[in-house]
Antibody, heavy 121, light 111 residues
Framework: EVQLVESGGGLIQPGGSLRLSCAAS????????MSWVRQAPGKGLEWVSV???????YYADSVKGRFTISRDNSKNTLYLQMNSLRAEDTAVYYC???????????????WGQGSLVTVSS | QSVLTQPPSVSGAPGQRVTISCTGS?????????VHWYQQFPGTAPKLLIY???NRPSGVPDRFSGSKSGTSASLAITGLQAEDEAHYYC???????????FGGGTKLTVL
């Protein structure tokens, strides 16, 4: 059974750093396209970043230069390193697996339960 | 403001048919990029409902259907049921932004 379990969220001060983890089971992260999608409280979905199976990485303009997506093949885990956090980064962060590898319009068939990141002083 | 525009809310009575529109531009839907649709209940992760404009993943009832024309796409739900009350999001790719984009979401209310 495919499962994605996020962890690492919490309360952080503006300007701080946080790393989210997404532990996968039932499939191999490195063989798939994986993404992070966030949702601010009471708001819609916003794509954050994607890593292709080949290692290419892409980011939304709103996080470019501050966030880094990566994976640890030995742990079958996806990460999102978030630096220079701002209040507007407050959201539930979901990791998601791409349904297929038909670039660039990926769809996502499996999602984690989400991890809440709150940026506030 | 989302690149893909959806109505904030739609409603319908049980058994009726409702449609949710997703309007884009020449840099996303109009550029022949696929549109996908998700269903989300409060406090839960989104669920893939339609992929590649018209396709349903295994397990999604055929009451849900997608279409695309020009710079717009639509999600249709027939035989509306109380359990369909949720938020619905469209998603595509935008070449100007070089990234994936979501619509602002539509809340479906079953009267």
């Amino acid at each position: 059974e495919v499962q994605l379990v996020e962890s690492g969220g919490g309360l952080i001060q503006p300007g701080g750093s946080l790393r989210l983890s997404c532990a996968a089971s039932g499939f191999t992260v490195s063989n798939n396209y994986m993404s992070w999608v966030r949702q601010a409280p009471g708001k819609g979905l916003e794509w954050v970043s994607v890593i292709y199976s080949g290692g290419s990485k892409y980011y939304a303009d709103s996080v470019k230069g501050r966030f880094t997506i990566s994976r640890d093949n030995s742990k079958n885990t996806l990460y999102l390193q978030m630096n220079s956090l701002r209040a507007e980064d407050t959201a539930v962060y979901y990791c998601a697996r791409a349904f297929s590898q038909l670039e660039p319009t990926l769809s996502f068939d499996y999602w984690g339960q989400g991890s809440l990141v709150t940026v506030s002083s | 403001q989302s690149v893909l525009t959806q109505p904030p809310s739609v409603s319908g009575a049980p058994g009726q048919r409702v449609t949710i529109s997703c309007t884009g531009s020449s840099s996303n839907i109009g550029a022949f990029y696929d549109v996908h649709w998700y269903q989300q209940f409060p406090g839960t992760a989104p669920k893939l409902l339609i992929y590649g404009n018209i396709n349903r993943p295994s397990g999604v009832p055929d009451r849900f259907s997608g279409s695309k024309s020009g710079t717009s796409a639509s999600l249709a739900i027939t035989g509306l049921q109380a359990e369909d009350e949720a938020h619905y999001y469209c998603q595509s790719y935008d070449s100007s932004l070089s990234g994936l984009v979501f619509g602002g979401g539509t809340k479906l209310t079953v009267l």
